[in-house]
């Protein structure tokens, strides 16, 4: 059997949500919002979950070997990483390093541009 909850807010500046409160209903695992707004039911299914979606910058993190480096349209992959040692490492707390810099090992920090597919 559903159990039945009804919730609301209370707004301390006078704002009064027109359509009243959600009656909220837990079934099995489901948890489901429902009102009626402008003469139609509004009715919100929830269900937990087990895995956190990804978003762009969970895809990138990690350990990186550079394989080819373009410029102007020509590789030159072997001018950067002659030896084949380069490598990228993206971290979970937006920093990097890159092993082979050009003084040296290169740290610092990215991001991910939020309007272009670009760090």
């Known amino acids: 059997m559903a159990s039945q909850k009804c919730i609301g807010r209370k707004e301390n500046n006078d704002i009064k949500d027109e359509f009243g409160s959600f009656r909220v209903t837990f079934e099995n695992e489901e948890m489901i919002w429902e009102r009626e707004e402008e003469g139609m039911l509004v009715k919100v299914v929830l269900k937990p979950i087990t895995v956190l979606p990804k978003a762009p910058a969970d895809e990138i993190k990690g350990l990186w070997?550079?394989?080819n480096v373009?410029?102007?349209g020509t590789n030159i992959t072997n001018?950067?990483?002659?030896?084949?040692?380069r490598y990228l490492?993206?971290?979970w707390d937006?920093?990097?390093q890159d092993n082979l810099g050009p003084n040296g090992k290169l740290l610092g920090f990215w991001q991910?541009?939020?309007h272009k597919p670009i760090i």
Do not use: E, G, L, T
Request: net charge neutral; no cysteine.
């Open 65 to 67: 070997d550079v394989v």
């Open 70 to 72: 373009q410029k102007d």
């Open 79 to 85: 001018q950067y990483d002659p030896n084949s040692k």
């Open 89 to 91: 490492f993206i971290r």
């Open 94 to 96: 937006n920093s990097f």
């Open 112 to 114: 991910i541009n939020a």
